[in-house]
């Protein structure tokens, strides 16, 4: 028996499944705060040969609603002159997207490389951020209460934006969810609402919820109708909005990198 690596209890076995065709591995869940995932993923390695899947014929149009979403939230509830970082940000698209909003927002991974949003790395600029989001990663981790608790030391930052898919009940959902994306092998845990209030508590943190994307922060945030409306279908009305009050930075960005270019030749 594991131990869950947020609550620290014993994990109980739920169900096995073949991962990559060919391994076949075991599931716990942990019965306090619901987090299900595989057994030690010794197949990785494997699973990431390409660090983005082939099969994910969703990454265009799902950062396309993410940064609208995002646009809107982050306007209208932190800092829209504040910095921001996307860790494990893959090929950039989401960094791009948010600074053609006119967001000052910057691109982090160690596993891809930065082919939207060259120039703006993190460890090429340093700041300080005022928000770190990781756009479906968590069901890529086996300990993410360390890598949360990784993120708020390493960049001096208490607020977490993130998107996975939550799971209900007392029981994992059946073996036909999409989530569990059993031929990829790179989808290894799987968390409930409870599973983030129990690591906001660990975290000393709140937990908020809507519309797919969740929050991790030390701010107190009014998770009104207002915002609700507006991080919803409004998303795609209202951030264009944004980006007119912002200002676009593709061309500014255009100019700069330019510049760059011509400094080194």
Known sequence: ???CPVCGIGMHSVFSATLLK????AYERCPAC?????????WLDEAYNDAISIADT???????DLAAK?????????????AYLDVAGGYGMLARLMRDYGFDYYWDDKYCQNLLARGFEADKNKRTFTAVSA???LEHL???LAFIREQFDQHHCRTLIFTTELYAGREPPSKDWWYYTFDTGQH????QKETFVEIAKKLQVNFYSMHGIHILTDRQIRTNLHLQLATGRAARIAAPLIRRSLGSRTISDHHALMEQTTDRT
Not at 22 to 25: N, P
Not at 188 to 191: A, V
């Open 135 to 137: 756009f479906e990663v």
């Open 70 to 82: 995002l646009a809107v939230l982050l306007y209208l509830r932190f800092d829209p002159q504040g």
């Open 142 to 144: 086996h300990d993410p």
């Open 1 to 3: 028996m594991t131990c």
């Open 188 to 191: 290894i845990s799987f968390y």
């Open 58 to 64: 969703g990454l265009v149009a799902r950062n396309l």
């Open 34 to 42: 619901g987090l299900l995932q595989t057994e030690a993923p010794y």
């Open 22 to 25: 060919k391994y076949e591995i």
